[in-house]
T-cell receptor, first 113, second 112 residues
Framework: DAKTTQPTSMDCAEGRAANLPCNHS???????VYWYRQIHSQGPQYIIH???NNETNEMASLIITEDRKSSTLILPHATLRDTAVYYC??????????????FGTGTLLAVQP | DAGVIQSPRHEVTEMGQEVTLRCKLI?????LFWYRQTMMRGLELLIY????????DSGMPEDRFSAKMPNASFSTLKIQPSEPRDSAVYFC??????????FGSGTRLTVV
């Protein structure tokens, strides 16, 4: 699987949008971009994933550049409960099989009141 | 659905004792993953199963670690004998063929 690069930490003011970047310059054509987060003392939580189109769900939006070498996770209105480590992971998905998810060090997002 | 259920939530044991961690998958999920998390090494994948069959156990640190999936809904991770360096939070996760994983709340293991 391709590797990802994320900033170690970021701050965001409560109520503002949090934009978390991720570089995955060696991503392959069949690799998806996944985002998870881990709130302190809890298991990681799936947020969103995409292949090449932008995606949005109730938690966040995922913007993937046209060349797919980078992406941005957007939390539109950050709250204190969004303080967590955010992981960007690229992963192949093949029909009928599941490939392993390898976590890096992620970005610690601190939402400030 | 109650999600992925792990037990126990906390385990304190003495060095040399056997430890068994348990995980119940989400109904309909056919893949199961065991992870270990420490401050030093982050989240490490230990082993994963697909349709009850171990696919990759390259992350299992030593022969002291073993994992089984006796049926489609249940898995165990056993450490025998346990050592202080095994102290960590152990997570299991399940997933369908495509899409995101669902993680359990973890088991915090302390070996003294």
């Amino acid at each position: 699987d391709a590797k990802t690069t994320q900033p170690t930490s970021m701050d965001c003011a409560e109520g503002r949008a949090a934009n978390l970047p991720c570089n995955h310059s060696t991503i392959s054509g069949n690799e998806y971009v996944y985002w998870y987060r881990q709130i302190h003392s809890q298991g990681p939580q799936y947020i969103i994933h995409g292949l090449k189109n932008n995606e949005t769900n109730e938690m966040a939006s995922l913007i993937i550049t046209e060349d797919r070498k980078s992406s941005t996770l957007i939390l539109p209105h950050a709250t204190l409960r969004d303080t967590a480590v955010y992981y960007c992971i690229v992963r192949v998905e093949e029909g009928g099989a599941t490939n392993k998810l390898i976590f890096g060090t992620g970005t610690l997002l601190a939402v400030q009141p | 659905d109650a999600g992925v259920i792990q037990s126990p939530r906390h385990e304190v044991t003495e060095m040399g004792q056997e430890v068994t961690l348990r995980c119940k998958l989400i109904s309909g999920h056919n893949s199961l993953f065991w992870y270990r998390q420490t401050m030093m090494r982050g989240l490490e994948l230990l082993i994963y199963f697909n349709n009850n069959v171990p696919i990759d156990d390259s992350g299992m640190p030593e022969d002291r670690f073993s994992a089984k999936m006796p049926n489609a809904s249940f898995s165990t991770l056993k450490i025998q004998p346990s050592e202080p360096r095994d102290s960590a939070v152990y997570f299991c996760a399940s997933s369908p063929n495509r899409g995101g994983y669902t993680f359990g709340s973890g088991t915090r293991l302390t070996v003294v």
